[in-house]
């Protein structure tokens, strides 16, 4: 019996150990990302921009034509529909999706047409074709084009697979956390 009770002493020790360590490790993966969303750290895994460690800047302006910006988009219609289909990734803005990582190409007062490409106050968007269809077969719809309004902007990324202002239209500025900075990236 002795030898029975020091086998069981001696795998309860094991077993306090590995509870230890897994909650050494469960401890410090929380405290990284907690210390990363209060440093204004994200990391981005979608190829609209390189992948890997991003900084966001909080403005001190408004939004400018040429900020690329970190944005948590706006509870709509369009985004939810986005949600479902999976164009948005799960994260911690309202609606439980990740922020965008996109460049302001517009800001209000500007006139956005919408057809084969983009078209800012005249002047043609680079890499703003349009897809008529997703990676599964299923039309896009764009938006229809106009003047932003007050306290929006219009979003956009060269990735031709982008879900940006090309399909859900202008965004309220409001929702931009700051200006992206990249820290560790890889472009693919």
């Known amino acids: 019996m002795t030898i029975l009770r020091i086998a069981a002493a001696l795998a309860r020790r094991r077993n306090r ?12 993966l929380l405290g990284t990302i907690l210390v990363a969303w209060f440093g204004n750290y994200r990391i981005n895994l979608t190829p609209s921009e390189p992948l890997g460690l991003w900084r966001f800047v909080k403005l001190d302006r408004s939004a400018a034509v040429g900020d690329l910006v970190f944005i948590c988009p706006p509870q709509a219609a369009a985004m939810r529909e986005a ?5 948005l990734r ?4 309202p609606g ?5 990582i996109k460049t302001v190409v517009a800001v209000a007062g500007q006139r956005v047409e919408v057809g084969a490409n983009v078209n800012v106050d005249g002047r043609p ?3 703003s074709g349009l897809a ?3 990676g599964r077969d299923r039309p896009m719809t764009r938006f229809a084009g106009g003047i932003v ?3 929006y902007v219009f979003l956009h990324s060269p990735f031709a697979g982008s879900y940006d202002s090309r399909y859900f239209g ?6 931009i956390l700051g200006v992206a900075r990249e820290v560790l990236t890889y472009a693919p």
């Open 125 to 127: 968007v680079p890499s």
């Open 170 to 175: 202008p965004v309220p500025a409001a929702g």
């Open 96 to 100: 439980g999706v990740a922020p965008l």
């Open 17 to 28: 150990r590995l509870l230890l360590g897994l909650a050494t490790v469960t401890m410090a």
């Open 149 to 151: 309004p007050p306290d």
């Open 132 to 134: 008529q269809r997703d």
């Open 83 to 87: 949600r479902l289909r999976g164009y």
């Open 90 to 93: 799960s994260g911690l803005c």
